[in-house]
């Protein structure tokens, strides 16, 4: 058979020519590194715990997530004294371009005050424990992170704080 004019009668042939460029498989192998590695979010949230005398709060939420994905934070508030009303207080900023979806329990009565978001559960007497389970969503403008506080007060008295930061990654 006679090859066609300017094209060779049999191609070189390199091993690799064949083959997926090694490059390719390098920054794929790098990315699921670093997806196992938990670079990308999605790993199991660990509880952080703060006392503050009066009572003990421990919150459990993700500290990186992924922009668009849904997000489970659990509060839980261990009464060391008798409180009045525990209230719950969250800073605007933590949940800025976020969508707040179900909070149970419910709160007896919300408001928005001192520059922050107030849900009151009423009474809870010493040793007693008030568990919140809250679902979210992150927003897709929310880039890079969000950082505020989740607050414990007794009526209007705060007791304190726990600051918290959850950075998102896009």
């Not at 199991?44 to 006392?51: G, Q």
């Not at 010493?126 to 929310?142: E, R, T, Y």
Request: no cysteine; glycine share 10%; net charge negative.
């Amino acid at each position: 058979m006679q090859a066609l004019e300017g094209l060779d009668a049999k191609p070189s042939q390199r091993p690799w020519d064949r083959h997926a460029s090694p490059i390719s498989i390098l920054i794929l192998g790098g990315l699921l590194l670093a997806a196992a590695l938990g670079f990308t979010g999605g790993q199991p949230s660990t509880p952080r715990t703060a006392d503050l005398g009066d009572v003990r709060l421990t919150v459990k939420t993700p500290t990186t997530i992924r922009n668009g994905e849904f997000f489970e934070t659990d509060i839980t508030v261990r009464a060391e004294v008798p409180l009045d009303d525990a209230v719950v207080a969250i800073s605007p900023a933590l949940w800025h371009d976020m969508t707040v979806n179900t909070m149970i329990p419910a709160p007896a009565e919300e408001s928005f005050e001192d520059g922050r978001f107030h849900f009151s559960y009423g009474p809870l007497a010493a040793g007693d424990s008030l568990h919140i389970k809250v679902d979210g969503q992150i927003n897709p403008p929310l880039f890079a992170g969000t950082r505020g506080e989740i607050a414990v007060l007794d009526g209007s008295r705060r007791i304190g704080a726990m600051p918290l930061r959850i950075k998102v990654l896009p």
